[in-house]
C-alpha cells in the first residue's frame, strides 16, 4: 500500500505547474522567433538549395499562405532562357520549384529573344494564371506584349504568342487586379506615355485603353486604402535614377503629379522599381517594395532591392535599410 505526504504532492504539482508554463513560454518565445526574419537587400540571394536566384524584373503573388516569385534567369546574359518560379511563406527562405517557360527552338521565345519582365495574376471566372511579358528582339524594335497561362501559379505555362496593345508599342509592363478586373500598364516608346489597358473577361488580350500617363518604365500598381499608387522609373538604360510615384482615386480618373519616393539623390535605393506586394497578416497590411539593380556588365549578378514602403494617406515613401525584418504570420515590418 502506497502512502504520501499531502504537503509534498501540492509542492510537487505547483512544481510541474510552474515548469510547464515555462516550457510554454519558450515554446511561445521560440515561434515569435522563428516566424520573424530578417532581410538584406543588396546581398547575393541564394534558395534553400543553395543556388543563386535568378527571378529578376520580378513579381510575387500569393496564393494561400505561399508566395510565389517569378522572375527572369538572367545566368547566362540578356537572351532569353528560363523563366523561374520559386516559393515561400516567410519572405525569406524561397525554394526553387521549376522553370515555367522556357526557351524554345524557334519564335517569340527562341535563341537570341528578350521575354522581360514576367507577371501573373489570376483569373477566378476561368479559373487560370494569366503571364504577361515584354517580348522583343535582341535590339528591341519590335517592342510586344506576350501572354502564357498555367492551371497552377508555379506549373508549366503555356504560351499563347504576342502582340501590340491596341497598336502600340509595349516595352516594361506590369499586371494590376482591381477585384476581378484586370488591367495592363507598359511603356509606349514611340508615343512617349504609359499606357493603362483594360483587359478582357477572360484576360487573355486587351479590350480598352483606360489612361495614358507621362512616359515611365518599369510601371507598378497598388491600391492601398481606396488610394491607386503607380511607380515607374525614368529612362536611363541599365542604370538607376530617382524613380517616381502618382496616385489616383480610380484608375480611369485624374492622377496627381509624379514625385519621388526614395530619399533624393540615392537613385531609388540603386535600384528600378519592379513590383508592390502587400503582406497581409493577423494585425496589418504592411507594403513591400521590390526593385531590381541591375548590373549591365554581368546580369546574372544583378541584385534584388526589396525594402518596406511607408503609407499614408496618399503618401508614399521608403529608406534605403541594410537590413529590416518581417513577420508573414501578423504583417508586420521593422
Known sequence: MRTHTPATTGVTRLVAVLAAALLGFFAMTQTAQATTV???????????????????????????????????????????????????????????VRNV???????????????????????????????????????????????????????????RGSSKPLGHDSLDDNLFLDGSTGYFMSEDRTNKKLQIYKLSSDFLSVSSLVKTLDQYEAPAMAKINGTYFVFGSHLTGWSTNDNQYATASSISGTWSSFRSFAPSGTNTCNSQTTAIVPVSGSSTTSYIFLGDRWNSGNLADSRYIWEPLTVSGTSASLTCRDSWTIDTSTGVVG
Open 38 to 96: 530578417t532581410r538584406y537587400p543588396g546581398t547575393v540571394a541564394y534558395d534553400t538549395s543553395g543556388n543563386v536566384i535568378q527571378a529578376h524584373g520580378e513579381g510575387l503573388i500569393k496564393v494561400g499562405s505561399t508566395y510565389y516569385w517569378l522572375g527572369e534567369d538572367k545566368t547566362n546574359g540578356s537572351p532569353f532562357q528560363n523563366i523561374k518560379c520559386y516559393s515561400s511563406t516567410d519572405f525569406k527562405n524561397w525554394t526553387f
Open 101 to 159: 517557360l522556357t526557351r524554345q527552338s524557334s519564335g517569340d521565345l527562341g535563341p537570341n529573344r528578350i521575354v522581360e519582365r514576367p507577371h501573373v495574376i489570376y483569373n477566378a471566372a476561368t479559373s487560370t494564371y494569366v503571364m504577361y511579358m515584354h517580348i522583343d528582339n535582341s535590339n528591341y524594335s519590335e517592342r510586344k506584349a506576350g501572354v502564357a497561362t498555367s492551371s497552377s501559379v508555379c506549373g508549366a505555362y503555356t504560351y
